[in-house]
């Protein structure tokens, strides 16, 4: 999974996260077994998931950031090479969208 694609799975998961509290609150005055039930089930799981999303989160931005210092590190050590290859990417970007 790429990096993007894990933060858009932490972002994503916070808002289901906040969408599920905003529930519990909004049927905090409805009554019956089953909805306690299920509030309180909501309720602990946000409350268990929260901290683990903070967790992935710190481990994500912390992974971005040693991605950023290798590619910078790598670039300034070779610029030429950086350039050729950044190069044929765009090159073989621009052939792919072109057959379109």
């Known amino acids: ?15 289901l996260v906040d969408d599920a509290e905003d529930l519990v609150k909004a049927t905090a005055a409805q009554t019956g077994d089953k909805i306690i039930e299920a509030r309180s089930r909501i309720q602990q799981a946000a409350a268990d998931i929260k901290p683990r999303l903070a967790r992935a989160e710190a481990l994500l931005q912390e992974k971005a950031g040693s991605a950023v210092v290798c590619a910078d590190y790598y670039v300034r050590a070779s610029p030429w090479t950086a350039v050729g290859a950044a190069t044929f990417a765009g090159v073989l970007l621009g052939i792919f969208l072109g057959r379109r």
């Open 1 to 15: 999974m790429t990096t993007e694609a894990t933060q858009k799975l932490v972002t994503d998961l916070k808002v």
